[in-house]
């Protein structure tokens, strides 16, 4: 079925990025996944393109254009090219809103413009060793002393945390009044007491940087708080946690379609027993069905695209979209390297990386349980 969801300046924005990706990133790739991180050159060039913060305000830098298509033509290209380094999704699907939204005048002065040209990578910290999807949980606290807050606490699976410049991270300033309690500070690389651990050896996604962080009396500024009063945490995080699943979901379709046009054509190059292996009843049955359901997950997706831009998207909605996609995209990719047989287990081949990197998805962001249970309360029980 014909796509419709993008306009002709995002085709025309897609080809400024694929040209981008080509060029900056693909050919240096491989040595980034052995150096564990994106060199920070990446992400000023990016910023140079306008790659980042098309909700900034044009006073700041940004493009000034709330519509998440050009988010989405971003991660499509990131996805088919297999740059799974590449944390610029966190940086403007799941950041860009707190800054934008939340910030008095004198923050957005001084975070956007950097935000914007890729000065600044930005980090969100939520998860902790003893807290992941339950957010009510966490055990970091800031403690309120005159015009600063006294910050302690751990965070770890931090996604750009050795790069990051800036990070979002969620406190307790009330631990006893449960999610009332919860509040977001912007703690700034450099301050004393904050460090980052060691980059964490993960399964897949190798050269995107992930890090625990570590606060010890860390002194943040009140100047530094998003949102004009303690306590409003929770309900910021909620309001912007569908755009982040939605950004999971639109990676996860862009994945599972690269992954199954990739063994299509080896299916009809790869000989067995005499025969082309797409000649077999078995592998035009499998591609069928995935081709079938990778389709019905992209169109669904992108209506869901068309909600968020309108302000409609729901919390339901989308963990709909965050958990069906993603165990697609690890089931999609797990048929197709067994389609490459032996080949499909080398890493010289893409379904391999991509079937490591892929495993991830159906985790952060809210794991496949918490979506089902977040669907589950909507019906009332």
């Given at each position: 079925m014909r796509r419709d969801l993008f306009d002709e300046e995002h085709l025309l924005y897609r080809d400024t990025v694929r040209e981008f990706m080509t060029r900056e990133v693909v050919p240096h790739h491989e040595r980034w996944e052995k150096d564990g991180i994106v060199p920070r050159e990446v992400w000023k060039k990016a910023g140079e393109l306008g790659m980042f913060g098309f909700s900034v305000p044009e006073e700041y830098g940004g493009a000034g254009i709330t519509d998440f298509r050009y988010n989405a033509v971003i991660l499509e290209e990131i996805m088919r090219h297999g740059a799974s380094g590449l944390g610029f999704s966190l940086h403007n699907d799941v950041v860009a809103p707190y800054l934008v939204d939340l910030t008095t005048e004198e923050q957005k002065r001084r975070w956007l413009p950097g935000f914007a040209s890729g000065e600044l990578i930005t980090a969100i910290a939520m998860t902790e060793p003893g807290a992941g999807s339950d957010l009510q949980g966490i055990r970091t606290t800031a403690v309120r002393e005159g015009d600063h807050y006294l910050v302690n606490g751990q965070k770890t699976f931090i996604t750009n945390g050795i790069n990051a410049d800036l990070v979002v991270v969620v406190v307790k300033t009330d631990p006893a009044a449960g999610a009332r309690g919860t509040t977001l500070l912007v703690v700034e690389r450099g301050m004393d007491g904050y460090g980052h651990g060691r980059n964490l050896d993960k399964v897949g996604m190798k050269a995107q940087d992930t890090a625990e962080l570590f606060f010890e009396n860390v002194r943040v500024p009140v100047a530094n708080r998003l949102g004009p009063n303690d306590g409003e945490g929770f309900v910021?995080?909620?309001r912007n946690l569908p755009q982040e699943r939605m950004s999971i979901a639109v990676a996860a379709v862009a994945a599972a379609e690269t992954v199954l046009e990739q063994t299509i054509d080896y299916c009809k190059s790869r000989q067995?027993?005499?025969?082309?292996?797409?000649?077999?009843?078995?592998?035009?049955?499998?591609?069928?069905?995935?081709?079938?359901?990778?389709?019905?997950?992209?169109?669904?997706?992108?209506k869901c695209i068309l909600a968020l831009n309108a302000g409609e998207l729901s919390a339901v909605d989308a963990a709909k979209a965050?958990?069906?996609?993603?165990?697609?995209?690890?089931?999609?990719?797990?048929?197709c390297l067994q389609l490459h047989g032996g080949y499909g287990y080398m890493m010289e081949y893409p379904v391999a990386k991509a079937?490591?990197?892929s495993r991830v998805q159906t985790i952060y962001g809210g794991t496949t349980e918490i979506m089902k249970e977040i669907i589950g309360r909507s019906f009332g029980f």
């Open positions: 910021h995080l909620m067995a027993f005499g025969r082309n292996l797409g000649s077999f009843q078995n592998t035009r049955f499998v591609l069928a069905e995935l081709a079938t359901e990778t389709e019905i997950a992209r169109h669904y997706v992108d965050k958990w069906w996609t993603t165990e697609l995209q690890n089931k999609v990719i797990d048929r079937w490591l990197d």
